[in-house]
């Protein structure tokens, strides 16, 4: 699928605003994949399609999780998790994407997993640091991605633990599982 296809599709799924979040993530994914070594065609199209269920209805993401098979403990945790996973899912289903890689980029962008895949990484990194984001942390993120892919990773893991924390809400465990399988493996 190329770009434009990607995009049309996208926009249709999506707000003004989040459309232009979207347009960030995908560049800076193409930054980000060039300068690790990821596959910048498979970053485009996984930035691209990141978002594409985030404003489906809850009731129909619910659904979608029970029937697919999703872990139930989503539903357990704030709703903004369940984008990712239904995203993946919908994305092979309506936009016809196989590509494994791919959908498990867009599956894993809000939690994370452990042992991270490179696309995985580029990702969840670009939809953090885009240039659209302000927000307390984000520019030390940004100033680490430059040199140290984990090592931005960690600290964009750290924010988010610590922002959740501060307003009382509980953690997905696999982004606690995440954030340890980075400190406890790091690569430098």
Known sequence: MDRNDALRLVKEQLTDHRYNHTLGVMETAI?????????EKKAELAAIFHD???FRPKEEMKNII???GMPSEL?????????????????????????EEI?????YHTSGRVNMTLLDKVIYLADYIEPGRHFPGVEEVRDLAKVNLNQALIKAMQNTIQFLMKKGQP??????????????????
Request: charged letters at 20%; a negative charge.
């Open 103 to 107: 959908l498990d980029a867009i599956r």
């Open 66 to 68: 029970l029937e697919q």
């Open 75 to 99: 539903l357990q945790f704030n709703s903004e998790l369940w984008h990712a996973p239904v995203g993946a899912f919908l994305v092979q289903k309506e936009a016809g994407l196989d590509d």
């Open 31 to 39: 930054i980000l994949a060039n300068q690790y070594g990821a596959k």
């Open 171 to 188: 953690v997905f465990p696999a982004t606690f599982y995440t954030y340890n399988n980075l400190v406890m493996y790091q690569e430098d």
């Open 52 to 54: 594409y269920a985030k």
